[in-house]
């Protein structure tokens, strides 16, 4: 059986999406799609900006030194592919190299996990164009509900069992946010996966390893909040 392959769009967000998957049984592999090291020019570096980074390259290498760290914690080890974020870039990035270049990484047959982009961030939407053109070539492939921007609006009733606040429903904005892949959510099945306590805690700790992404991820997203990372949802397409 292949090892199955979490695509990350960013180094973090396969911690932050997919702590089950990382510290269960059987191999996994993070592959960080977006963790190209920039070059001195080139596109608005907002991020890097935000969160007090003075020099991308520098903190592109401290991102990845984190992503170790963190997933470390559960005995995986990542691998970096060289494309870069839209911050460090002026045009956009076609889907075709993305999807040769992940191939490469990727055991034949292998299982993908992809970010179903719940929030139509252009990185992680581009991710999941491309883990869709790998499942055109036989790959099985689950989408992830991509923390933190899946829940913004926080996390459905169906996750959660919980109601959500009068006048809200997330939901919508999943239905949304997965047609534009062509994609119907009350046609898929949704595995839902709620970490117990200690399990909570050590992803509390990984998250936590970020250490140059957490106060942003904190103050935009809550995720130092249980109910953020207790809940992982994904969809195993069909074939």
Partial sequence: MPAAAILSPHPD?????????????????VINVLAGVPGPAGGSRWWDRLTGAA????????RHAEDGRALALAGRVPAHL?????????????????TEGIAAALDPGAPVLAPAALSGHAGHALVRAAALALRARGHPVSLYADVPHATVFGWPEFVTGRRAPAGLDPAA?????????????????????VLPAEALE??????????????????????????????????????
């Fill in 82 to 98: 060289p494309f870069l974020e839209d911050q460090y870039r002026d045009e956009p990035l076609a889907v075709g190299p993305v």
């Fill in 173 to 193: 904005h999943w239905e949304h946010q997965l047609a534009t892949a062509g994609l119907e959510l009350s046609e898929l099945r949704t595995e839902v996966h």
């Fill in 202 to 239: 050590r992803k509390r700790a990984a998250v936590r390893a970020y250490a140059t992404q957490w106060p942003v991820l904190d103050a935009a997203w809550g995720v130092s909040r249980p109910e953020v990372l207790r809940y992982e949802a994904l969809w195993p397409l069909p074939a």
């Fill in 55 to 62: 020099d991308s390259a520098a903190r592109m290498r401290e």
């Fill in 13 to 29: 967000d396969a911690v932050l999406s997919l702590w089950h998957a990382l510290a269960g049984p059987g191999e996994v592999r």
